[in-house]
């Protein structure tokens, strides 16, 4: 259930599209359309549609910095375009998220930069996750392995210069 309930609508939304795409027109005239004309097809199909579109939500979510200070934005993060969130791998198997500030720099954040492939708008955040793992290397041990802690040994080792 979900998968073919959703298909089914987006198949409508693909056949009145083309329909209503040869005259011209919007998004939102196309969506009405069907809703007006296949009702019991989107209500059927609206609680995972929903679901689709808060997932959308929330990765765009992670993908993106709020524009308040947060503990990461510290001399040069500030120009990095870094992800609020990375992919990691669960104990359990599955993938899940993991704060950026709370991931291990080497098992999580430059295995998830590893996944990211280069050709993509995700480039940036790629290149900028490289930047994060090499700046704090030198940092990483035994004892501090997630980047807030990395962070913390290069403010005390800043403070002892």
């Known amino acids: 259930m979900g998968k073919q309930e959703v298909a ?77 969130q990375v992919a990691v791998s669960l104990e359990d198997g599955n993938q899940g998220f993991k704060n950026i500030e709370d991931a291990d720099l080497i098992e999580e954040i430059a295995a998830y930069s590893k996944k990211l492939e280069k050709p993509s708008r995700k480039s940036r955040r790629k290149t900028d996750l490289d930047i994060l793992v090499d700046h704090y290397r030198p940092f990483y041990s035994a004892t501090c392995r997630t980047l807030r802690d990395c962070m913390a040994a290069e403010n005390v080792t800043a403070k002892r210069a």
Do not use: C, W
């Open 8 to 84: 089914e609508v987006r198949n409508y939304l693909i056949a009145k599209g083309q329909e209503l795409g040869a005259k011209g027109s919007t998004s939102h005239k196309i969506i009405e359309a069907v809703r007006k004309e296949h009702p019991d097809a989107v209500k059927r199909a609206s609680r995972y549609l929903e679901d689709i579109a808060m997932l959308r939500l929330l990765s765009q979510a992670r993908d993106t910095r709020p524009n308040s200070v947060s503990p990461l934005q510290l001399s040069f993060i500030d120009t990095l375009k870094l992800p609020i």
